[in-house]
Nanobody, 120 residues
Framework: QVQLVESGGGLVQAGGSLRLSCAAS????????MGWFRQAPGKEREFVAA????????YYADSVKGRFTISRDNAKNTVYLQMNSLKPEDTAVYYC?????????????WGQGTQVTVSS
């Protein structure tokens, strides 16, 4: 059973930074793509960033491009989301997700989420 546990959320002022972490267990972490999503109150969950199994390819939503960086440490079974220049509109619950099969970006496994609140 794949388990994903996020950490690193919190309250930060606009312009500040946070780093989210997602620790994975239950299967060979390095074989699968990973992603971050977020859901703001009253809105649908949206894609934020994704990273290939090797870390060689990364993808970002236009709204976070240039401000957020996704990375992974396969030795630690952990994926990160470095968030800089945070804006109030980045306020949301952030979820880590793991692809269901190698070479796929369809996410079958989800963490419980971590709250990020950006004050103006």
């Amino acid at each position: 059973q794949v388990q994903l546990v996020e950490s690193g959320g919190g309250l930060v002022q606009a312009g500040g930074s946070l780093r989210l972490s997602c620790a994975a267990s239950g299967r060979t972490f390095s074989s699968y793509a990973m992603g971050w999503f977020r859901q703001a109150p009253g809105k649908e969950r949206e894609f934020v960033a994704a990273i290939s199994w090797s870390g060689g390819s990364t993808y970002y939503a236009d709204s976070v491009k240039g401000r957020f960086t996704i990375s992974r440490d396969n030795a630690k079974n952990t994926v990160y989301l470095q968030m800089n220049s945070l804006k109030p509109e980045d306020t949301a619950v952030y979820y880590c997700a793991a692809a269901g099969s190698p070479s796929s970006y369809e996410y079958d496994y989800w963490g419980q989420g971590t709250q990020v609140t950006v004050s103006s």
